[in-house]
T-cell receptor, first 115, second 113 residues
Framework: NAGVTQTPKFQVLKTGQSMTLQCAQD?????MSWYRQDPGMGLRLIHY???????DQGEVPNGYNVSRSTTEDFPLRLLSAAPSQTSVYFC??????????????FGSGTQLSVL | AQSVTQPDIHITVSEGASLELRCNYS??????LFWYVQSPGQGLQLLLK??????LVQGIKGFEAEFKRSQSSFNLRKPSVHWSDAAEYFC???????????FGTGTRLKVLA
């Protein structure tokens, strides 16, 4: 059971470039989310999805787009990368409905540097 | 405003010593509380969670945490730390009727041999 798989593990971009961070889960979880982790700031929610075709913004959505065409995949798109988007990005999923008592399953992260 | 505070950025303990990591929260609804651990280069893994019932919860790797509603706290404890416990620890809160979780800023634990 692979769990939550993120690719790539590392990426370097130039300012203005675009890219997509991939996230896939094989646990049939309806809920998927993207976080960024910055020193001294913990994890901050970027976007989340509660099922195919349904997405919503988190705490820091600006500069990022998401879509959810399948239950398994939840890609995160950076349309025009900025140095402020240098961070470690985590994808997380969970089972359950509209109830926050279920644990999150995390991918191993993508370390992104924007020069 | 909803928030989670972990007042200790870094903690250093000797192997075999006891450990307590602090977590305070501010949340209007009845909270669900979590502790996650992050080893270097890895994603977060759940240690334990509280959502109802007994306020002392047991988790993996010998960790436990106690929910104290009057103090808005959910401190993590371990009676005897092992060198493999060196990692970063995050407290988080969720709530019924929400899809969002709020994470603390983390506490990095160093274990001295």
């Amino acid at each position: 059971n692979a769990g939550v798989t993120q690719t790539p593990k590392f990426q370097v971009l130039k300012t203005g470039q675009s890219m997509t961070l991939q996230c896939a889960q094989d646990m049939n979880h309806e809920y998927m989310s993207w976080y960024r982790q910055d020193p001294g700031m913990g994890l901050r929610l970027i976007h989340y999805s509660v099922g195919a075709g349904i997405t919503d913004q988190g705490e820091v959505p600006n500069g990022y787009n998401v879509s959810r065409s399948t239950t398994e995949d939840f890609p995160l798109r950076l349309l025009s990368a900025a140095p402020s988007q240098t961070s470690v990005y985590f994808c997380a999923s969970r089972a359950g409905g509209r109830d926050g008592n279920e644990k999150l399953f995390f991918g191993s992260g993508t370390q992104l540097s924007v020069l | 405003a909803q928030s989670v505070t972990q007042p200790d950025i870094h903690i250093t303990v000797s192997e075999g010593a006891s450990l307590e990591l602090r977590c305070n929260y501010s949340y209007g609804a009845t909270p669900y509380l979590f502790w996650y651990v992050q080893s270097p280069g890895q994603g977060l893994q759940l240690l334990l969670k509280y959502f109802s019932g007994d306020t002392l919860v047991q988790g993996i790797k010998g960790f436990e945490a106690e929910f104290k509603r009057s103090q808005s706290s959910f401190n993590l404890r371990k009676p005897s730390v092992h060198w493999s416990d060196a990692a970063e620890y995050f407290c988080a809160v969720g709530a019924s009727g929400t899809y969002k979780y709020i994470f603390g800023t983390g506490t990095r634990l160093k274990v001295l041999a």
